[in-house]
Structures are given as C-alpha cells and as structure tokens.
C-alpha cells in the first residue's frame, strides 16, 4: 500500500472531527470530502401541547411549561469562554456604543421548557464550535481538526440573537430597542431549517487580509438595524473574529461592507510556525466556500492583574 493510501485509510478509519465517537467514515468523511450535516430539530413536528404566554415559539402550539430561564449565550458556552474568569459583552442597554464590560451573562425568559431543549442541538454545535477555536487559538501543540456544520452555528447565533431581542437586552446607545427582526414572521423557519435562510442571507466573515487581532474571551453581538428600527442583521464578535449574520437577501447597496467580506466560510486555519489547526465548517448546495487563514503573530502578554 501507497504511503497516501495508507494516510487516507487512517484518516477514514479514524475519530470523527466533529466529535460524535464515531469512525469518520461511517461519520462524516467520505474519503474526499468532509461534511457534517446541520441538526435536524423538527419544531414543527413537536405534538401539539399548550401555549406558554412568553415563549417565542408559542404560536407552534407545541409548549410544554414552565418557561425556562436560560443565559442568554448558552451556559456551556459561557463556561467555555469564561474559563479564566474573564468575559466581556457589548451591545447592552446600560453600556454605551463601543464600551465593554465584563459581567455574568443576562438570563432571558423567552423559551419554554420544550422548545428550549429543542433547541439543545445548536447548544451543543456551539460549545464544540468555541471550544474547538478557543484551545486552537491558545494552544500551539499537535494539528488539529474539527468539524462543524456552519448551519448550526448560524442558528446558534440567530437563536443567542433573538433571546437577547425579545427579553429587551439590545440597544442603540443607552435606547433600548423593541427587538423586533425585520424577517420576524420568517425567524422560526430559520432556525428550524437552513434552507429557510433567504439567498445571499447568513454568516460572513469582516476581516480583511492583514488585518491583526487579539485574541480575547470575547463575545460581542451588536444589531444592525433598518430605518424602522427592525433587526436585520447581527455583527460579533468571536474570540477576536470579526463576523456579520445577515438575515435578508444580499443586498450590497444597504451593506457595501459586506461586498468584500467572506460569505460562509469553509474552512478556519489557524496556522503555528510548526503546526496547522483546521475548523472546519461545512455548507449544503455544494458551492465552493473559501477559507479563512490566522497567522499566530505572538503571546499575548497576560493582563496585569487588579489585585
Ligand atoms: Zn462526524
Ligand atoms: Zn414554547
């Protein structure tokens, strides 16, 4: 056997990357290609149940009760972020445009018990998705790869979106916004089905080629908003990286920022003098989705402490 044949069969007979314990070629590789498919969550087949008066998803009819109080970000995803007990957010009412605090996540109460586990699938693609990029941004050790379907995080971050919409915890300035979407109707078919997501509509990546940043337990969502006030599209913040969840068709004379921005992309390298870590983040529709290169410049040299 060839030395690439023998590679390939170790790759296809080995763990998955996208965490599951299964052998990535009953998983998700198929030999040429990677691809995690996007989590199947049936909220429109959830039984019939009840309506709980503040749960989002109440017109489903499928609430069962209480509703439940969730941290806004999910809490595996916060633990990861917090893991040395520095966290910051922005976008808040009480903070001004640009400041940054470092707080415990806002809880909302916006989900029933139901419809919130409903959603755990996106919890759960998250939490591997920030783990993953976090311990790759921290640590120079062997390459690694993970796999994760860029679907899910999309619908994490549309679902960690509308939680910090309806329970009132955006803000222009110090001005509370309404937390309406200007695609409201459409929202629940977003995040049940990907092929729900207008044309042109989803993540995009801001940075632009040279551009340095650093890495920070950092977690910002700021809403881009129409003249109505109506959410339309996200910005954050992910551990330094800059990105943009548009939730309309593509329409760059609204958003010529997003003319040279990187429209879902495939592929998160994060590259050491002696190793290359992969995130890999796969797409339905089978077009080609460029990546996305970091260069490890140097240490970050640890905050002085308060003490
Ligand atoms: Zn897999
Ligand atoms: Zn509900």
Not at 295 to 303: K, S
């Amino acid at each position: 056997m060839g030395e690439a044949k023998r590679k390939k069969n170790a790759v296809l007979n080995g763990p998955c990357p996208c965490g599951s314990a299964k052998v990535a070629r009953i998983c998700c590789f198929n030999g040429c290609d990677w691809h995690k498919v996007s989590a199947v969550l049936g909220l429109k087949s959830l039984p019939p149940a009840s309506k709980v008066e503040r749960c989002y998803m109440k017109e489903l009819g499928s609430c069962v009760g209480p509703i439940s109080g969730e941290h806004i970000i999910s809490e595996s995803v916060c633990r990861v972020l917090m893991a040395d007990g520095d966290f910051s957010i922005s976008g808040l009412p009480w903070l001004e445009a640009g400041e940054e605090k470092i707080i415990a996540p806002p809880t909302a109460k916006c989900l029933c018990v139901k419809h919130n586990s409903a959603l755990h699938p996106l919890d759960d693609a998250a939490h591997y998705f920030f783990a993953s990029l976090k311990s790759y941004f921290e640590t120079d050790t062997a390459s690694r790869h993970a796999l994760v379907s860029g679907h899910d995080i999309e619908r994490w971050l549309l679902k960690t979106a509308k939680a910090a919409a309806v329970s009132k915890n955006f803000a222009r300035g110090r001005e509370r916004l309404s937390g309406a979407f200007s695609q409201d109707d459409a929202i629940l078919n977003m995040l049940d089905d990907p092929r729900q997501w207008p044309d042109g509509a989803g993540l995009y990546c801001i940075m632009n080629t040279g551009d340095t940043t650093v890495n920070h337990p950092r977690f910002q969502l700021q809403p881009l908003t129409n003249d109505q006030d109506d959410i339309e599209a996200l910005a954050f913040n992910i551990l330094g990286l800059g990105f943009v969840l548009l939730l309309e068709p593509l329409d760059t004379s609204k958003h010529p920022f997003l003319r040279e921005a990187k429209y879902r992309p495939g592929r998160i390298v994060i590259s050491y003098p002696t190793s290359t870590n992969w995130i890999t983040m796969s797409w339905d529709g089978g077009k080609v989705h460029e990546h996305l290169t970091i260069q490890f410049v140097q240490p970050v040299r640890p905050r002085p402490s308060s003490a």
